[in-house]
Structures are given as C-alpha cells and as structure tokens.
C-alpha cells in the first residue's frame, strides 16, 4: 500500500466504523416473543451461581460456578421436582446450568412478601460453605422468560444506564458476611395488544431480614430492620421471601435486550481501534514499499548480473558493474525450498491453524451480521463447534498441501494427525481442568450426553471432512518450486544479536498483540465477569488488522532472515507470528495480578489452565497467518529471480 493510499484508508476507517459501531448491539430476535394474559404464570428459571466483580473493589475471587440447588445453599426446591431446562450445547459447554424454580409469577398482579418455601435450617458446616460464597462475591442468576434478572448501573464514564445480569447472594456488613434471603423482583411488561403482555425487563434487589417469618400457606411476615448473618457455630434459621412488581413499559420486545448489551467505554475502543488503525497502516505501508522497491531492485539487480555472466563468457573482460557477487536472499535459492525439521508437525499445525483461523473469522462475521442473538444462549459457542466441525475439510486440504510441499512421505500419519491434534489437545485440557471442578463440587462438569455429542460431532462429521480434504490437497498438484534445491545444505553464516531466534520473535510477536489487546481486555471481562460480549464490530475490525500484522512482520523479518543467508524460514515464520501468545499468555498473567484474587489455589489452577490453553490456540492461529503469507512471498520472490 502507498503511503497516500493510506492515508485515504486512515480516513475510510472511522467512517466504517460509524457504520458498524451500531452494529455492535445489532442483532435478530432469536427466539419468538411469548405473549401473557393477566394472571398467566411467567416461567422463572434458575441458573448456576456465578462468581462476580465486587462492590467493595473490582476484584474476583473464584472462577468457580454452582449449581443453584446445592444443598449446601438450601434454596427452595419446586414441589414437582427439579427439572433441567432445554438447552443448547455451547450454553451448556459455557456452564449454563438452567432449572425450574417454585416461584410463581403471574403477569401483571403484584404481590408482596410471600415465602418461597418454609423454613430452612442451615447446619453450621453449611452456613460456613455460603458465608465464604458471599465473601467472594457470588452472584445468582435467575431468568424470567428468558430475560436475565439483573441490576440497574450507571456506567461511570457515560453515565449510561445499563442491566448488569445477576443479584448478589449476601452482602458484607461490617465485615461479616449477610445473605439476602428476600427478593424484590421488578418486572417490565410491554402491552403489544389487548391481554398480550410481553416481559422486556427484569431487575431484582435482594436483601436480607432476620425477622421474616412464614405464617403459613406461602404467607410470610417481612421484617424490616436486622440482617440476618449465618451462624458457623450453631443451627440458622431462615425464611426467603419474595415480592413481585409489575410496570407498564414502552420497550419493545425486539429490543428487550439492549440494556444489557452495553458497551462498556466505547472511547477507549474507538482510540485504540484508531490508534492500532494508524499503526497497522504505516506498518504495513512500510513493509510494502520497502520490500517491493528493495525487492524490484535485487531482482532487477540479479537478473542483470545473469545477463553480464552470459556476457562475460562470452569474452567481453572483466565484471565491471561495480557489483558484487550475489548477496542476500538469492544465495539461498538452493536451500530455500529444503523441507524443515519435523515437516509432519509443522503441516498439522498449519492444517489446524488454517481450520481454527476459518471458524474464528466466519464466526465473527455472522456475529456482526446480527445471527447470533444474545436470547439463544450459548449461540456464539455452539456457532463456534459447528464452524470447527465444518472447517475439518480446510484443515485436511492445507495440512496435505503444506505437507505435500516439504516432501513429506508418511501420508498415513498425516491424514489421521490433522484432525485429532488440537481437539485432542483441547478435550485432554478441559478434561483435566473438569476434574478440579468436580473436585469443588461445583457445578460445569458437563453432562455425557452432551460429551456423547460433541464426540459424534467431531468424530462423525469432523473427521470425515478432514479426511475427504486431506485427499484432496493429496491428489492436487504439488506447488511448483521456483528453484531447485542442492544436494548440500550451505553453511549459515552467524546471525546478528536482533537476528536471534528469541529475540527477533519477541520483538516481532508484540505488534499483532498490539493490535488486539484492548479487545483482548474487554474479552476476558466477559469470560471471568460472566459479562456479556457484544462488541463485534469493533472486533471483526480488530481482527482483521491482527491478520495484516501478523502477515506483514512476518514477512518483513523472514527477509532479514533470507538475506542474512539463513534459509531456515518455515518454523521460524510460524513462530514469529505466534510469538504473540506469549503476549497474550503474560496479559493473562497480568490480569491476574491486577483484577483477580483467588481464595483458593484450585482458582488459580484453572484459571492459568485456561489461559495456557487459549494462548496455545492462539498461537497456532497466529503462527498459521504467519507461516501461509510467508510461503506465498517466498514463492513470488524466488519464482521473479532467473536462476539457471
Ligand atoms: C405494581 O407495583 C408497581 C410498583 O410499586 C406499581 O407501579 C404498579 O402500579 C402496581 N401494579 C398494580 C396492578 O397494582
């Protein structure tokens, strides 16, 4: 790109952006509005309680989840019975965990202080059990048709209101430990026509009573006044009760979701967007104009330098170009094309790269498309299997290309390595984190039948796939060499210091995490804060300069590489590229430091196994962009140079 063209994109940018910013809370209703006469019974369902940012100061305290109907919390139990809700597999991977409730909800009449159920008792092992969960700020998370019950807050930049899903189990009060054991729940009603009433809106305050008593039949007697704090040394009595306001909204119901779909500083991502924009741009315009002029005239050069050979041997004298003999990257035409180490490894990691690199970008893109409405829980997940399943044929297709290219011999191995390395990998690690959850207790372990469908998932349609285009990309044409390579390796001369493996990757690796990390920041909010994610503009944008980043740097220090007459390109492309999750992993780290303090280790262990694994997908993703725009450059500039 020109220096001018550019500057003319610089400009297009925020254009672009103005155009997908509202984008970012665009979505299709995913699920058919029910409509409610007065006095129907709305559904309230409950789900796991989830750790969350506290009031005190932004700090979480545990990554665990909990089922809302351990006993150990003695919430009431419906007197049918609990009863899993229908769910979809990514809402189910992502730990929802949905239920019946007894609480009944009749639209549009009001009803104050009823009990829930009679009095629970709770033995002091688990007053201690829920005193340390209201220490770590957990959350309970209930649905009212579909809506998650929330509280009202005011973003402190914008002074905009948004819904925040989730109430607070207990408050601290003077240092100890309070539950809430009453629920005010505010429910916003649309009238779409005569007795068809639709929720668009939930808030629940909850607090605590100690006074509260049940007088039978679901009557309750709601004290004001004294908190009620669990005893850890004896039997604590406790009675929930419950109080349901109806109001009249004008929300419609297709836009029911917007509260909570709040962009959280929307400066901050526009001033990196910007920011990252500009760099990228002058990035990229740099690595472009210096490597095709460097390159217009080293080919220029040596083609010149053929046609004086040819001259000279045909008697004319001496060479008295004032050049020397070949240097840079032409002396390696010989080895340039010499199959790596581990060629086998190297093309599976590329074939799954190339896989998870389809599903990242389609994902993304129907996400901006609005397809994947925050009413259909889980979509993005279930979207983000489905996509992996059906890029299967990608990721055989390229891995046998690449594979093809550095000569490889044992095809068996290669079709069947492609589509088991990195679902092995991620199934060996959530497997093995799983077991902590269990160990907690706590709720997330994914049910069989959902492991049964995820397996036939990959092992009926994925791996199918990756077969049919591991044949394919056996059968295609092998890519033609522009050269042909010597018999005897040459000697790689001693690269300087920045040359060093190490630290040219670390010093390349930082600009494609620089180009995400905001996005990164905002990201990770939502995996640890269970917050929603709805910013996809900005992060299809985001994306997209990652990629250019990513095959540009590359690109630029492969050069550097090749003139400093090291051919070894292929590992080193997809390792400078993927050098930036280390990046990625040491924001992880230093999220952890800043924003997270766990009480327990077995936090601390899944957390950092999450963060290990999402770098590790991180990298093959990066490194794939690398290693693929590195190829095609190699390709170009040694099929532009005559060599006899
Ligand atoms: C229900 O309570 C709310 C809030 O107190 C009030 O605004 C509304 O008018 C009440 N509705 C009925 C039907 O009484």
């Known amino acids: 790109m020109s220096p001018s063209r550019c500057g003319a994109a610089v400009s297009i940018l925020p254009a672009l952006l103005l155009l997908l910013s509202p984008a970012s809370a665009f979505y299709l209703p995913g699920v058919a509005p029910t409509s409610y006469r007065d006095g129907d019974k709305v559904p309230l369902n409950v789900n796991h309680l989830t750790p969350a940012e506290s009031e005190r100061d932004p700090q979480v305290r545990s990554v665990f989840s909990f089922d809302y109907y351990l006993p150990e919390f003695h919430f009431c139990q419906p007197p049918e019975g609990t009863k899993y809700e229908y769910e979809s597999l990514g809402s189910i991977l992502f730990g929802d965990r949905i239920q019946n409730s007894p609480f009944e909800l009749k639209m549009g009449i009001n009803e104050s202080c009823k009990a829930v159920c009679g009095k629970q008792t709770f033995p002091p092992e688990d007053s201690k059990f829920v005193n340390r969960r209201i220490f770590q700020d957990y959350n309970i998370n209930w649905l009212v048709d579909g809506l998650p019950a929330g509280q009202l807050k005011k973003d402190t930049i914008t002074e905009e209101v948004y819904e925040s899903p989730g109430f607070p189990l207990g408050t601290i009060i003077d240092d100890l430990p309070v539950l ?169 990691l590329v074939g799954n790269g190339a896989q998870l690199f389809m599903m990242t970008g389609f994902t993304i893109v129907f996400a901006l498309l609005g397809f994947l409405s925050p009413s259909n829980r889980g979509s993005l997940a279930t979207m983000m299997i489905i996509f992996h399943t059906l890029f299967g044929f990608i990721g055989g297709y390229i891995s046998a290309r690449v594979y093809k290219f550095f000569h490889g011999e044992a095809w068996k191995q290669n079709f069947i390595y492609t589509p088991m390395a990195l679902p092995c990998l991620v199934f060996g690690a959530f497997f093995l984190l799983n077991l ?170 899944l957390y ?37």
Request: a neutral charge; aromatic letters at 16%; proline letters at 4%.
């Open 436 to 605: 902590f959850v269990w160990a907690r207790h706590a709720s997330g372990a994914v049910p069989f039948t959902t492991m049964l469908v995820l397996i036939s998932l990959w092992f009926v349609i994925s791996v199918p796939l990756s077969l049919a285009g591991s044949w394919l990309g056996f059968k295609a044409k092998g890519i033609h060499e522009p050269t042909r390579t010597n018999q005897i390796p040459r000697q790689i001369p001693q690269a300087s210091s920045y040359m060093r493996p190490i630290p040219s990757m670390l010093l390349v690796g930082v600009l494609p995490f620089g180009a995400i990390f905001v996005e990164l920041y905002f990201i990770m909010r939502s995996i640890w804060f269970s917050k929603f994610y709805y910013m996809f503009g900005f992060l299809f944008v985001c994306f997209g300069i990652m990629i250019m980043t990513c095959a540009a740097v590359t690109v630029l220090m492969v050069y550097f590489l090749l003139c400093a007459e090291n051919y070894h390109w292929q590992w080193r492309s997809f390792f400078t590229a993927g050098a930036s999750a280390f990046y990625v992993f040491l924001y992880a780290m230093l999220y952890w430091v800043k924003t997270l303090s766990f009480t327990s280790w077995t936090s601390g262990v």
């Open 608 to 644: 950092l196994g999450y963060s290990l694994l999402i770098s590790t997908l991180f990298f093959v993703l990066t490194g794939t962009i690398g290693f693929l725009a590195t190829w095609m450059f190699i390709l170009k500039i040694y099929g532009a140079i005559k060599v006899d």
């Open 180 to 348: 809430n054991n009453h629920y005010d729940i505010f429910i916003d009603y649309h009238e779409f026509s005569q007795d068809k009433h639709r929720v668009v809106g939930v808030t629940v305050q909850s607090s605590s009573s100690a006074d509260a008593k049940e007088i039978g039949d679901g009557v309750a007697l709601c004290g004001e006044g004294t908190p009620l704090s669990l005893s850890e040394s004896g039997d604590t009595d406790v009675v929930f009760t419950y109080s349901v306001y109806w109001n009249p909204s004008p929300t419609p119901f297709a836009t029911r979701w917007d509260k909570y779909l709040h962009v959280y500083d929307p400066r901050i991502h526009w001033f990196s967007l910007i920011n990252s924009a500009v760099i990228v741009c002058f990035l990229v315009g740099m690595v472009t104009t210096i490597l095709f002029r460097t390159l217009r005239k080293d080919i220029a050069r040596y083609n010149r330098l053929d046609a004086v050979a040819l001259e000279d041997l045909s008697g004319t004298g001496i060479m008295d170009d004032g050049v020397q003999e070949d240097s840079g990257w032409k002396l390696v035409h010989g080895d340039v094309f010499r199959p790596p180490r581990s060629p086998m490894l190297l093309s599976v």
